[in-house]
């Protein structure tokens, strides 16, 4: 009796784990509907070339309006990016909790980008595309900056050094040194 009753409980707490395909299958029409989104972006952003190239545009017009497009085209990368962290999320969720994904791994076209294979893994892939957005919404922020003082430009090569601070220890963590492996 012992035995049927732990079973069944060992059984049913196994299948509990088929609950995360409501994230999984969230997470996946959300990413859809970034896609959707910046993809509508980025048309309406090409019908609105025209406007640039008009010669009636002339001087600080002309300046705004190429400010504005540099800025929807951040907006565009930065909605595609969050659409493949939300990609990234959906598919390594379905391949911690619920199976591995056959096609992936037989692909001749695969990425290993997509390819989970614990939780580190999922945890290293969107900690790379978070920082991508992040340092998107950094420039998005810069180009829309003011220079009032020095002081603002020193805030700005700041942030830039930080930038770069980041993506130095985001891929030295990859690529361990040689170094560290002599006695």
Request: aromatic residues 10%.
């Amino acid at each position: 009796m012992k035995n049927k009753l732990e079973s069944a409980f060992e059984g049913a707490l196994w299948n509990s784990r088929l609950i995360v395909l409501a994230a999984v299958i969230t997470s996946l029409v959300a990413s859809f509907a970034m896609f959707f989104i910046a993809t509508i972006d980025a048309y309406f952003m090409v019908i609105h070339l025209g406007e640039y190239a008009s010669p009636d545009l002339v001087g600080e017009a002309r300046s705004h309006l190429r400010g504005t497009m540099i800025t929807h085209v951040v907006e565009i990368v930065d909605g595609y990016l969050l659409a493949t962290v939300l990609l990234i999320f959906a598919l390594g969720l379905y391949e911690l909790f619920i199976s591995n994904i056959d096609q992936a791994e037989s692909s001749e076209t695969r990425s290993n980008v997509l390819l989970i294979h614990s939780l580190d893994d999922l945890k290293a892939r969107l900690a790379k595309v978070i920082l991508m957005i992040l340092i998107v919404k950094y420039f998005e922020h810069a180009i829309g900056m003011k220079f009032e003082s020095p002081v603002d430009l020193l805030y700005l090569a700041g942030g830039i050094a930080l930038i770069g601070l980041a993506l130095y220890l985001s891929h030295a963590g990859e690529h361990p040194s040689p170094l560290k492996k002599l006695p």
